[in-house]
T-cell receptor
Framework: AQKVTQAQTEISVVEKEDVTLDCVYE???????LFWYKQPPSGELVFLIR??????QNEISGRYSWNFQKSTSSFNFTITASQVVDSAVYFC??????????????FGQGTELSVKP | EPEVTQTPSHQVTQMGQEVILRCVPI?????FYWYRQILGQKVEFLVS????????KSEIFDDQFSVERPDGSNFTLKIRSTKLEDSAMYFC?????????FGPGTRLTVL
């Protein structure tokens, strides 16, 4: 069965601190895709990254970085030098079966990040 | 960047009434989805739609729900007889390749 677990419900940091959001997933498929979305207080879902199961290279985009480890079924997200604008709920999501008519996203519970000035 | 649009942004209805939530997916996308997010909770998959038919639906998507792509551009979610527990944010999404593009959501409030 597919499942995404974000064990951290809420995290509070002070601006400029680094913070890591954890994501652990379960899937039986050998081909799958992992995503991170940001949901600011305005409510929309903002796409951050997609990762394929066969590409374990870590990725960095500005202050954001992602650590994908298949051995531990984890896809963690780190924000370096956090800013108040990073305050949001962050969702990790899993998708299988992209290349048929499916491709639904299974979301984790989300981690609410609060960055204080 | 192309956008998915949803109307209305907020819908208030009385319990037992029918509501139709509307979405305009990105024009060359082939796969369409509805998700629901109850306030403070995670985003939950409702239904996927491909080639003019439902390809997958969740346990939430019972007989009270239906989807339609009536004219090749709109994608609608109908709830026939709303319940209090249907109050939530409803997101439409579409994709052509790997990434789903989400609309801004419709907040449905059932009184």
């Amino acid at each position: 069965a597919q499942k995404v677990t974000q064990a951290q419900t809420e995290i509070s940091v002070v601006e400029k601190e680094d913070v890591t959001l954890d994501c652990v997933y379960e899937t039986r498929d050998t081909t799958y895709y992992l995503f991170w979305y940001k949901q600011p207080p305005s409510g929309e879902l903002v796409f951050l990254i997609r990762r394929n199961s066969f590409d374990e290279q870590n990725e960095i985009s500005g202050r954001y970085s992602w650590n994908f480890q298949k051995s531990t079924s984890s896809f963690n997200f780190t924000i370096t030098a956090s800013q108040v604008v990073d305050s949001a709920v962050y969702f990790c999501a899993l998708s299988e079966s992209i290349y048929n008519q499916g491709g639904k996203l299974i979301f984790g519970q989300g981690t609410e990040l609060s960055v204080k000035p | 960047e192309p956008e998915v649009t949803q109307t209305p942004s907020h819908q208030v209805t009385q319990m037992g009434q029918e509501v139709i939530l509307r979405c305009v997916p990105i024009s060359n996308h082939l796969y369409f989805y509805w998700y629901r997010q109850i306030l403070g909770q995670k985003v939950e998959f409702l239904v996927s739609f491909y080639n003019n038919e439902i390809s997958e639906k969740s346990e939430i998507f019972d007989d009270q729900f239906s989807v339609e792509r009536p004219d090749g551009s709109n994608f609608t979610l109908k709830i026939r007889s709303t319940k209090l527990e249907d109050s939530a944010m409803y997101f439409c999404a579409s994709r052509r390749e790997l990434r789903q593009f989400f609309g801004p959501g419709t907040r449905l409030t059932v009184l």
